[in-house]
């Protein structure tokens, strides 16, 4: 069977359209590769532990009816937030203490002023 002549163009053009399809999609973030799968699970997985160790600060401050300043900036409430954070970090099993970037985000959490 042979191909009318006409053809040859609208195959080019195909393959061409598939090729621009594809290096668009990739570089769009259209396709969800393994990769960046597994960096947005680490990172909600940090913001729950995060949120976590925050809601617990937040229990204790209101329970003890602490009444130190954590929002802000200066040395003083930033070594507030950080020593909460610490102390409230929560170690997963097989770890003896609590992820640095979980302390960090929850420092970061307990920053942000109460609506």
């Excluded at 042979?2 to 990739?26: E, H, N, Q, W």
Aim: glycine share 4%.
């Amino acid at each position: 069977m042979t191909m009318p002549k006409a053809t040859t163009p609208f195959v080019i053009g195909l393959i061409a359209g598939a090729l621009i399809i594809s290096v668009a999609a990739f570089a769009n973030d259209w396709v969800v590769s393994s990769e960046s799968k597994n960096a947005q699970v680490k990172d909600a997985w940090i913001n729950a532990q995060a949120a976590v160790c925050a809601s617990l600060a937040g229990a204790h401050l209101k329970t003890t009816k602490n009444s130190v300043s954590l929002d802000g900036y200066q040395a003083a409430a930033r070594k507030a937030r950080d020593d909460l954070a610490r102390e409230f970090a929560v170690a997963l099993p097989g770890d003896k203490t609590a992820d640095s970037i979980v302390v960090t985000a929850c420092a970061q959490l307990l920053n942000k002023p109460k609506a």
